[in-house]
C-alpha cells in the first residue's frame, strides 16, 4: 500500500472513531499491566471478569504481594495458564516494588524485565498507559496488515516495523486499537465482512468477499507466533471502567 493511500486509510478509521479505547478494563497503570499479563490467550471479556473482584482488593503491587499467589490463583482460576500468571503477577509486584518504587515504568527495557512480560505486552501499556505511540501486534493487526497491503510481515516484528514506517504521524497514538477494532468487527478472520467495509476500496486483498460468502485463507494472514502477553483489543464502544481509568491512570503512574 502507498504512504497516500495509508493516510487514507487511517484517516477513515479515525473518522468513524475518533477516541478508541482498550477493552480490559483497568483502574491505574499496575492494574493495566497485570490485566494485559493475564490477557495471554485468553479473552478480554474473561479477563474482566476475574479481575473486578480482585483490584476491588488489590490495586497495587505491595497489596498484590499481600494476597498472595494461593489467593491470585483463586481469583483467576478461570483464565487459561492461571497458574504461570498467578506466579508472573505476583514475581513482577515484588520486582515492581524493589527497583521502581512501586510505579510502573515508562520504558521498554524495564517492562520487558518483568516476568510475563514481552514486547507486545509493554507495547500495549506504553501505549494506553503512558500515551506512546506504540503497536502491539496482535492476531488481528498481523491479519489487517497482511490482508489489506498495509505492512505485510511474516511475524510480529516484521509486522510492527513495516507499521511503524507506513502510518502516518497523526495517527500513530491511536493506529493500535484502530487496527484491532478493525480486525476483530470488520476484517474478521473466516468471514471478513468486505461489503460493509469502509477502506475496501482502498485495501489490496484479491479475494474480497460478497455478502453471506466465507473468504478463502489470504497468505500472510494466519495467527503469528505467540509472545508472553497478546494485546488487548477494543469494542465498540468505550467500557465503563476505561472510563474511570483514564482519571486514574492520569494522577498515578503505579498504583
Known amino acids: ?4 493511500s495509508a493516510a487514507r486509510f487511517f484517516a477513515i478509521l479515525a473518522a468513524a472513531r475518533p477516541d ?3 477493552e480490559l478494563e483497568y483502574i491505574n497503570p499496575y492494574t493495566l499491566l497485570v490485566a494485559v499479563v493475564l490477557s495471554a490467550q485468553a479473552t478480554d471479556v474473561s479477563v474482566n471478569k476475574a479481575t ?14 499481600a494476597l ?6 483463586e481469583f483467576i482460576r478461570t483464565i487459561g495458564l492461571y497458574r504461570t500468571k498467578a506466579k508472573n503477577v505476583i514475581a513482577l509486584s515484588k520486582l515492581l516494588i524493589e527497583k521502581h518504587g512501586g510505579l510502573v515504568p515508562d520504558n521498554r527495557e524495564a517492562l520487558e524485565e518483568l516476568p510475563g512480560v514481552g514486547r507486545k505486552t509493554a507495547n500495549v ?7 506512546h505511540e506504540t503497536i502491539a501486534v496482535d492476531t ?3 491479519r489487517v496488515a497482511n490482508r489489506t497491503g498495509l505492512a505485510p510481515g511474516k511475524d510480529p516484528r516484521a509486522v510492527e516495523d513495516g507499521l511503524e514506517k507506513i502510518v502516518p504521524a497523526p495517527f500513530k497514538r491511536h493506529a493500535h486499537h484502530w487496527l484491532i477494532l478493525h480486525g476483530r468487527y470488520v476484517c474478521t478472520a473466516r468471514n471478513p465482512k ?7 476500496n482502498l485495501c489490496l486483498y484479491k479475494e474480497k468477499t460478497a455478502a453471506g460468502t466465507t473468504a478463502p485463507k489470504a497468505k500472510g494472514s494466519a495467527r503469528p507466533p505467540s509472545n508472553k502477553a497478546r494485546a488487548s483489543a477494543s469494542p465498540p464502544t468505550r467500557p465503563r471502567a476505561a472510563r474511570r481509568a483514564r482519571k486514574g491512570a492520569a494522577s498515578s503512574r503505579g498504583g
Not at 473486578?52 to 504481594?65: G, I
Not at 501499556?125 to 500515551?131: M, P
Not at 468486505?194 to 475496501?200: F, K, L, N
Open 1 to 4: 500500500m502507498s504512504p497516500d
Open 20 to 22: 478508541p479505547a482498550t
Open 194 to 200: 468486505c461489503p460493509e467495509c469502509a477502506v475496501r
Open 125 to 131: 501499556v506504553l501505549n494506553v498507559a503512558f500515551g
Open 68 to 73: 498472595g499467589e494461593a489467593s491470585l490463583r
Open 52 to 65: 473486578e473482584p480482585l483490584f476491588r482488593l488489590a490495586d497495587n503491587p505491595e497489596k498484590m504481594v
Open 140 to 142: 488481528h493487526i498481523f
